[in-house]
């Protein structure tokens, strides 16, 4: 192949893929995201090409700029691998440079990874499904706006779903989170945990509600698991890099 999609997981270098660092071995060039951690960077050959397309914070960036760069490296017959956080085809918009490359004609390969939507909340000891407390999860984005746009999440319907709700890139907006989940049904009270940059040293857990989840002050990147399960505390007695 000559683009790889490759998932980064959720942060913990260890949760790397076999295969993921078998391609970055024999990359000509990396295109990787903010998050991505220097020792993933560190497997790629002291030739390769490194470049940095990550996003800030409030910086939305070009994905086109994104889709033509990996574009003019495969036909240029480079091994490229595109670095993403966590899974590529989970919110991290490795289906639109998949569709990219398809229309172009450049092969390519897609390397899943572990997402931080279940990952993080593993590492602090919640299971996102519990045979007794949630037999469903969703996961969705945090970004709030017109629900009735396309591609929009429909709060207030979740608000009225059972199970668990796993929240990605919320942590601006969970003032507007909560209280739309309220307005659909949530009881202010349901339980609510926060993990910053589970799987990793960095790791924090903040267990609150969703009546309080507003003041709860993480910074990105945290995952927001809101439901029963969140309550829980289920980890390895042998803490591992992510231990409290």
């Not at 560190?42 to 914070?57: E, F, I, N, S, Y």
């Not at 469903?136 to 608000?159: E, F, H, I, K, N």
């Amino acid at each position: 192949m000559t683009v790889s999609l490759v998932g980064a997981g959720p942060g913990d270098p260890g949760l790397f893929t076999r295969r993921g660092a078998e391609l970055l071995a024999q990359a000509d060039v990396v295109v990787y995201d903010r998050l991505i951690g220097s020792e993933l960077l560190d497997l790629a050959p002291p030739h390769a090409q490194l470049v940095d397309v990550g996003k800030t914070p409030g910086d939305p960036g070009r994905q086109s700029d994104i889709n033509a760069l990996l574009i003019e490296h495969g036909r240029a017959g480079r091994q490229v691998v595109r670095l993403k956080g966590g899974d590529p085809f989970v919110f991290g918009r490795g289906g639109e440079e998949a569709e990219a490359l398809r229309n172009a004609g450049v092969e390519y390969e897609v390397v899943p990874g572990v997402s931080s939507a279940f990952a993080a909340p593993a590492a602090a000891g919640i299971p996102v499904t519990h045979r007794s407390l949630s037999t469903s999860v969703t996961v969705v984005t945090g970004r709030v706006g017109d629900a009735s746009a396309p591609g929009a999440v429909d709060w207030v319907s979740l608000g009225r779903a059972g199970g668990t709700l796993v929240i990605l890139m919320g942590m601006s907006e969970r003032a507007e989170i909560a209280e739309q989940l309220t307005r659909g049904g949530r009881a202010a009270d349901t339980p609510v945990a926060v993990v910053h940059w589970g799987t990793t040293p960095h790791q924090r857990v903040a267990r609150s509600t969703l009546g309080d989840l507003a003041s709860v002050d993480l910074p990105a990147p945290s995952v927001i698991v809101v439901g029963p399960v969140a309550e829980l505390d289920v980890g390895s007695t042998s803490r591992g890099p992510g231990a409290r």
